[in-house]
């Protein structure tokens, strides 16, 4: 890598990164004045002048006819063979890299890899964007953001039909402008934190996840022994099982719509704490598929006792889950969070535990 390269992160041919730069300063000012799940209409979804999409046009627009080779897939790309992942673009795992290079190798320029890191920055809530870095970091044995990741390109940046996917250890994350219209995220997403090792002690020190499961297990705190009785369930789910049921499907645990008011205002509270950490156009995404299914009052919370770290009932797995929306924390070991949200219960599932 030629060091005079890190001498102009901002000047990356047809892209302007303090033009990106200035666009995610006016995000961070709106996410902050985000309302909580529910409680507005939604106007607003990611597209593809968004400033993650800009910079993944940007980019793609750098890559040298090798580079594309190997990074860059047609949109409907099926990876077969005994290993094969299938549809590429759709896939999600927990720990698993969808191309080899690595975003901090020789085989991008520090350009292009500045470019990528704002793809990164765009997706994330600029007040996340400190404990995501720690996340990744502690992850990858201390590793600097992007020397543990990797990315793939489907489709042609600013056309009809284009995503860009970004994988490691406990992170998939996409940037498709609404592409996938009846999806959030652009797809299914991961998210985890193994913060001190691998196993975990009851209260996940340092965990930057593990305040969404206390702020469920103050809903559990909330019920009475009835409705304790259905949500608290004695075997976890395998962890890919996030399909989608559709609206005649059998939700575990107790349906939301068995919940008081009060109780339903703190499940308002933990759906906020979900998504938060999330850029502000994928949190009104969220919003609109899950209102489009009838909202919160659709859903069920679980929770499951067997995975109990410590045996302090405070539970480490649990899961939000509704006609097409699924949102499964594992604590046990440590945090796995698997998420499926879509308009249409009809999408198929890519996953692998």
Same mark, same amino acid.
């Given at each position: 890598?030629?060091?005079? =390269?890190?001498?102009?992160?901002?000047?990356?041919?047809?892209?302007?990164?303090? +033009?990106?730069?200035? *666009?995610?300063?006016?995000?961070? !000012?709106?996410?902050?004045?985000?309302?909580?799940? /529910?409680?507005?209409?939604?106007?607003?979804?990611?597209?593809?002048?968004?400033?993650?999409?800009?910079?993944?046009? +940007?980019?793609?627009?750098?890559?040298? =006819?090798?580079?594309?080779?190997?990074?860059?897939?047609?949109?409907?790309?099926?990876?077969?063979?005994?290993?094969?992942? /299938?549809?590429?673009?759709?896939?999600?795992?927990?720990?698993?890299?969808?191309?080899?290079?690595?975003?901090?190798?020789?085989?991008?320029?520090?350009?292009?890899?500045?470019?990528?890191?704002?793809?990164?920055?765009?997706?994330?809530?600029? #007040?996340?964007?400190?404990?995501?870095?720690?996340?990744?970091?502690?992850?990858?044995?201390?590793?600097?953001?992007?020397?543990?990741?990797?990315?793939?390109?489907?489709?042609?940046?600013? #056309?009809?039909?284009?995503?860009?996917?970004?994988? +490691?250890?406990?992170?998939?994350?996409?940037?498709?402008?609404? *592409?996938? !219209?009846?999806?959030?995220?652009?797809?299914?997403?991961?998210? /985890?934190?193994?913060?001190?090792?691998?196993?975990?002690?009851?209260?996940?020190?340092?965990?930057?996840?593990?305040?969404?499961?206390?702020?469920?297990?103050?809903?559990?705190?909330?019920?009475? #022994?009835?409705?304790?009785?259905?949500?608290?369930?004695?075997? *976890?789910?395998?962890?890919?099982?996030?399909?989608?049921?559709?609206?005649?499907?059998?939700?575990?645990?107790?349906?939301?719509?068995?919940?008081?008011?009060?109780?339903?205002?703190?499940?308002?509270?933990?759906?906020?704490?979900?998504?938060?950490?999330?850029? *502000?156009?994928?949190?009104?995404?969220?919003?609109?598929?899950?209102?489009?299914?009838?909202?919160?009052?659709?859903?069920?919370?679980?929770?499951?006792?067997?995975? %109990?770290?410590?045996?302090?009932?405070?539970? %480490?797995?649990?899961?939000?889950?509704?006609?097409?929306?699924?949102?499964?924390?594992?604590?046990?070991?440590?945090?796995?969070?698997?998420?499926?949200?879509? %308009?249409?219960?009809?999408?198929?599932?890519?996953?692998?535990?």
């Amino acid at each position: 890598m030629n060091p005079k =390269e890190r001498e102009c992160p901002d000047c990356a041919e047809g892209f302007d990164r303090r +033009g990106f730069l200035r *666009t995610v300063g006016v995000t961070a !000012a709106a996410t902050a004045a985000v309302p909580l799940l /529910g409680t507005v209409p939604v106007e607003a979804a990611p597209t593809k002048n968004s400033v993650a999409e800009t910079a993944v046009k +940007g980019l793609y627009d750098s890559l040298t =006819e090798e580079q594309h080779k190997v990074i860059c897939f047609d949109w409907n790309f099926m990876e077969k063979g005994e290993k094969g992942r /299938g549809l590429l673009r759709t896939f999600v795992s927990n720990n698993w890299q969808i191309t080899k290079p690595h975003i901090k190798s020789d085989f991008y320029t520090a350009k292009q890899q500045d470019i990528i890191h704002d793809v990164f920055r765009g997706l994330i809530n600029p #007040d996340w964007y400190t404990k995501v870095t720690k996340q990744l970091k502690d992850d990858t044995g201390g590793k600097p953001w992007g020397a543990d990741q990797s990315i793939a390109i489907f489709g042609k940046p600013g #056309d009809d039909k284009f995503e860009f996917v970004m994988t +490691g250890r406990h992170m998939t994350l996409r940037a498709d402008g609404n *592409t996938e !219209a009846q999806m959030a995220f652009g797809g299914p997403i991961f998210y /985890g934190h193994a913060a001190e090792g691998f196993n975990e002690k009851a209260d996940h020190p340092g965990n930057v996840y593990w305040p969404q499961a206390l702020e469920a297990n103050k809903v559990y705190k909330m019920l009475d #022994d009835k409705q304790r009785a259905k949500a608290l369930l004695p075997h *976890t789910p395998k962890e890919a099982a996030v399909q989608f049921q559709g609206p005649k499907g059998q939700f575990p645990g107790l349906p939301v719509t068995d919940m008081s008011g009060d109780q339903k205002k703190e499940m308002q509270k933990v759906l906020a704490m979900l998504i938060e950490h999330y850029r *502000t156009e994928d949190q009104d995404k969220v919003q609109d598929c899950l209102k489009k299914h009838g909202g919160l009052d659709k859903c069920s919370l679980s929770f499951y006792s067997d995975e %109990d770290i410590g045996g302090d009932e405070v539970w %480490d797995n649990w899961r939000l889950e509704g006609p097409s929306f699924v949102w499964y924390f594992r604590g046990n070991p440590h945090v796995h969070v698997w998420v499926n949200v879509a %308009d249409d219960p009809s999408v198929k599932l890519n996953a692998r535990g």
